[in-house]
């Protein structure tokens, strides 16, 4: 509790209150210093609630520092050159102001842009300075009057301009971590809904053909096939839902699928004319493994049969699953017979990669030398207490 309170921002009205005391501390501290401050050659030569007025001009505009910056720091540089060439705040005591003209230029870098800023930093310097050069005495020359104008302004306006830089940096830093979370979110969901379309349309479409087929012939192998549609479309439409509904936090949706959905996949698969044989070994129980690789194994398998299914049916696919200690092996091959593709990679074993690779795993998919495809990937996860 207390490291957030430290952490957190303080609101617009405690900020206000920040200012005030802040604006009070230092008007009460400029004017007694300035009426103590006795002359070279003399005593005090104003009367004390000059001093004390005089203080507390230069200290209270910092309560609304936030709101206007320039304003103040030009009323401030304004109070402290009237103070210096009447001898109110006498030239030895010329640092008195230096806190409130500090503040005022740093807030000034803060909140202004920086031409603004530094015009105002320049023309405040040298108000200043022409205040310090018409007081010269023996303690002040002409340049080091300039020099003490140049160190009371100079570096608050540049700690200003260097925090201001920074929080560009951060804030333009936080909008490229959100475009990129955003666009990282896009393809998680494409890929998804890729993963789930691609295998439904690909049973629906084998379906399809087959009550084509045999719907004049077989009015009930026809029916049968229409029923495997319908159950697979509902399936499809659930699928979908919970990818899209998982974008927004407000809609309840279905826990992801995982280790335990794989027996359905193999079944859905054999729809489609592919004998799928499933193995999963166990050295870990289902629930060590993270939901993500989870998921991830669901859908590379998922992916790969449904290759099989498009490419390959029909045919024999055995698809192995190791969970370890450590990470979850994937082998799954064929003994079909594919067609010469063109074109590289498609969209499925790209996006196979892409699961593997966000893991930290190994990927690898070709044909058997004795016919047949195989698609090996292992994803790498630690035990969560």
Sequence with gaps: MTALLLTRRLRPVELAIVDAVLAVAVGGLLGPYAALESPLHG????????????????GLPLAVRRRWPIIVAVVISSVATVALITGVIPNYA????????????????????????????A???????????LTESDLWSRTGGVVYATVMIAPAWLIGWLVRE???????????????????????????????????LSLIVVKAAVAN?????????????????????RNALTDVRRVLGALREDTPYAPTPGLDELPALARQAAIAGVDVRLDVRQEEPAAAVPESVGLGVYRIVQEAVTNVVKHAAPATCRATVTVTHREVRIEVTDDGRRPVLIGGEGHGLIGMRERVTLHGGEFRAGPRSGGGYTVTASLPYRVTA
């Design 94 to 121: 010329a640092a008195a102001p230096g806190l409130a003209i500090g503040l005022s230029f740093y807030t000034v870098a803060v909140s202004t842009q920086t031409r603004r800023s530094l015009l105002c930093a």
């Design 43 to 58: 005593g005090v030569r104003e009367p004390l609630w000059v001093s004390v007025l005089v203080g507390f001009a230069l």
């Design 213 to 233: 087929h045999v719907a004049a012939t077989d009015p009930g192998e026809a029916g049968a096939a229409l029923r495997v549609i319908e159950e697979t479309g």
């Design 123 to 133: 023309g405040c310097l040298a108000l200043v300075s022409v205040a310090l050069v």
């Design 166 to 200: 920074r929080r560009a940096v951060a804030a333009r830093e936080g909008e490229h971590l959100v475009r990129r979370t955003a666009a990282e979110e896009r393809l998680r969901v494409a890929r998804e809904l890729h993963d789930v379309v691609a295998h439904t």
